[in-house]
């Protein structure tokens, strides 16, 4: 089933990126877990809850009406809320199960209310904010910062700052406001999905399904130096040596000059052996 969901997968994010369907691509992504998943009656729900907030939205609704009404709709009426209590649920990350149990981390959040704003004909982007990811309205040249983790609150310059000072002194002197807010592209959305999914498996010491995820990570960006160091990390704990060694070998090559480059080395030779005695 993984073979048939990343050859799915595949045919998803091919092609330019903004032609992504990211509630789809999601929805391929949580198969991995439930392999039955019907993906079509996920996206009649997000059609019927857009169908739904179309009849309560004014047509000439100024945009901050239009944030108030969905707010009140999603984080009133239907209850959707951020699982502060289990952060690291793997469930948080599946769009069915963010559907399923109105609860979900900053990215699902955010990917639940772009997907329908997008159905209403909204201007939505996602934001990859340090630590937290957030949604970009543009609205006749106006732009709101939204935080769905936070039952939608619009977020002003002043507050946007503040969350950054839990960051290094050092990373908040490199930092551009105006850069940090730069909508993020499907993949990068897809992306930082998948490696949250990684680091939560890895941390449980599920590798099975870390490789899943790393294998579709790896199918948006193929030349991903961290991707094929982690997986290459996966397949050495699974015993899987010569699989290791290529993503290990692929990995000095895109990164030479890698601080880890060193212990990379030792692992290589260490993989070479455990290889020559496998013949």
Request: with cysteine.
């Amino acid at each position: 089933m993984n073979t048939i969901v990343s050859q799915y997968f595949s045919g998803i994010v091919s092609g330019s990126d903004e032609n992504i369907n990211l509630a789809e691509a999601t929805l391929y992504i949580a198969q991995i877990e439930y392999p039955h998943l019907d993906t079509s009656a996920y996206l009649s729900i997000l059609d019927a809850m857009a169908a739904e907030l179309r009849e309560i939205i004014p047509i000439d609704s100024s945009a901050k009406s239009t944030i108030s009404l969905i707010n009140e709709y999603l984080f009133d009426t239907l209850g959707f809320s951020g699982n502060w209590r289990s952060f690291n649920d793997p469930r948080n990350s599946f769009l069915n199960e963010v559907l399923d149990r109105k609860l979900g981390i900053p990215i699902s959040l955010s990917l639940l209310y772009m997907e329908i704003g997008k159905r209403l004909g909204l201007e939505l982007y996602g934001v990859s904010f340090p630590g937290h990811f957030l949604v970009k309205l543009i609205h006749e040249k106006e732009e709101f910062i939204i935080d769905p983790f936070s039952g939608g609150v619009v977020l002003v310059e002043a507050e946007l700052l503040e969350r950054l000072k839990h960051f290094s002194e050092d990373r908040q002197s490199r930092w551009n406001l105006e850069e940090l807010l730069q909508p993020a592209s499907n993949k990068e959305v897809l992306i930082r999905i998948l490696r949250n999914l990684k680091n939560i498996y890895i941390e449980v010491d599920d590798l099975q399904h870390a490789l899943h995820v790393t294998n579709l990570q790896l199918i948006l960006d193929p030349d991903s130096a961290d991707g094929l160091r982690d997986r290459g990390f996966i397949y050495e704990s699974l015993d899987c040596y010569r699989a290791a060694s290529e993503d290990f070998q692929r990995y000095l090559v895109l990164n030479p000059a890698a601080n880890d480059c060193q212990s990379i080395q030792s692992r290589l030779s260490g993989l070479q052996h455990s290889i020559s005695r496998l013949h």
